[in-house]
């Protein structure tokens, strides 16, 4: 589960629910555009409070958050 702040670019707070320490990077994905299935997502790549590292991104074009390990 992810939290972000306040704004629709706004930045993960929280990621199941363990407070976000640092931002590492962010970067977005557009591929696809082209077919019936385009892919548009907003990576985060950060550091959370505990020290673990996590890459939370946005599907931007189904709607929702996702987490995976660094």
Same mark, same amino acid.
């Given at each position: 589960?992810?939290?972000?702040?306040? #704004?629709?670019?706004? *930045? +993960?707070?929280?990621? =199941? &629910?363990?407070? @976000?320490? &640092? @931002?590492? *990077?962010?970067? &977005?994905?557009?591929?696809?555009?082209?077919?019936?299935? +385009?892919? &548009?997502?907003?990576?985060?790549?950060?550091?959370? *409070?505990?020290?673990? =590292?996590?890459?939370?991104?946005?599907?931007? *074009?189904? #709607? #929702?958050?996702?987490?995976?390990?660094?």
């Amino acid at each position: 589960m992810v939290t972000r702040g306040v #704004g629709a670019s706004a *930045e +993960p707070v929280t990621v =199941n &629910r363990m407070q @976000v320490a &640092r @931002v590492r *990077e962010v970067w &977005r994905v557009v591929d696809r555009w082209w077919t019936e299935a +385009p892919v &548009r997502r907003r990576y985060f790549d950060l550091v959370l *409070e505990s020290g673990q =590292n996590v890459v939370a991104y946005h599907d931007e *074009e189904a #709607g #929702g958050w996702f987490t995976q390990r660094a």
